[in-house]
């Protein structure tokens, strides 16, 4: 039996900068002042709330619109932002995700052939993190195990998600210095992969051609949550050859599941630009074999 994508290697951990705990107590008053004034609050509010100076919480304020943690209503007022209601949701939800979603990888794999992978954002670094899977029944298949990381730059499941990041985080993610190349056709540039990222937030769809494994092909379409942020992904993939033979069918079977996954979750489509995170569930067997 071959197989293709195999990597015992934990890549991706990149650590968040740190902050004071009087910086970490103010954000936590805000959201929770916020979570109880849903019709938002002013920066004069916000600053009696927590006792802090308004000169001190404009520069708060303003990291946490730019993360969208936090929004603002044509009045100026501060609301909780897409991301925050996203994380909300994933916490209540995201240990029943991996069970909504098995019988459409199922399906996802039994109708293209190719193995069909689960996966979100890792919540302690920029990099995607496989959830579950359903690996093809052929001999020739691309395998992968529940809880392995890949990069957010060179994988179909890694653009989606990396294209619906606020764009601060875009930013930086694709500023980190350097960029690993795992084939030759491994795309390190940022602007090419800006472009590539417009493209598939634009087209709903993101195509991997041997950019992490040589000889291996990905399609990758994002799972909308509620307030219309991507929270996971759905991805399918296997030897370039034969998803290249069925490239078109492949990419409709792609885009219903994802949308049936975001019909399930009580998710919508939107122009949010936030990417929920996930922590790695415990693997899998593999579960049942595609009827």
Do not use: W
């Not at 404009?58 to 603002?72: I, Q, T």
Request: glycine share 10%.
């Amino acid at each position: 039996m071959r197989t293709l994508g195999r990597d015992r290697s934990e890549g991706g951990g990149a650590s968040a900068g740190g902050a004071g705990p009087q910086s970490v107590g103010r954000v936590v008053a805000i959201l929770e002042f916020l979570v109880a004034h849903p019709q938002g609050a002013t920066l004069s509010e916000l600053s009696a709330h927590t006792a802090a100076p308004k000169s001190s919480l404009v520069g708060l304020c303003s990291a946490l619109l730019a993360e969208s943690c936090l929004r603002r209503d044509p009045a100026g007022r501060y609301l909780v932002g897409p991301r925050i209601h996203a994380l909300a949701m994933r916490a209540v939800a995201g240990r029943e995700l991996t069970e909504i979603a098995r019988p459409y990888l199922e399906e996802l794999s039994r109708v293209s052939g190719e193995t069909a992978v689960l996966g979100a954002m890792a919540a302690d670094a920029d990099a995607v993190v496989y959830l579950d899977k359903c690996e093809a029944t052929n001999p020739i298949r691309y395998a992968v195990s529940v809880g392995e990381r890949r990069d957010l730059h060179c994988t179909a499941l890694g653009k989606v998600l990396l294209a619906h990041l606020p764009e601060a985080r875009q930013r930086a993610v694709l500023s980190a210095a350097p960029l690993a190349r795992h084939t030759p056709a491994t795309v390190t540039d940022p602007a090419r992969l800006r472009a590539m990222l417009r493209r598939v937030r634009s087209e709903g769809i993101a195509r991997n051609h041997g950019e992490r494994v040589a000889d291996a092909d990905g399609l990758a379409a994002p799972i909308y949550g509620a307030e219309g942020a991507v929270v996971a992904g759905v991805l399918i993939a296997g030897p370039s050859r034969r998803m290249s033979a069925r490239s078109e069918a492949n990419e409709k079977h792609v885009r219903r599941i994802a949308s049936a996954l975001t019909l399930a979750l009580g998710g919508r489509p939107g122009a949010v630009r936030a990417t929920a995170a996930l922590p790695a569930k415990r693997a899998r067997s593999g579960g049942k074999s595609p009827p």
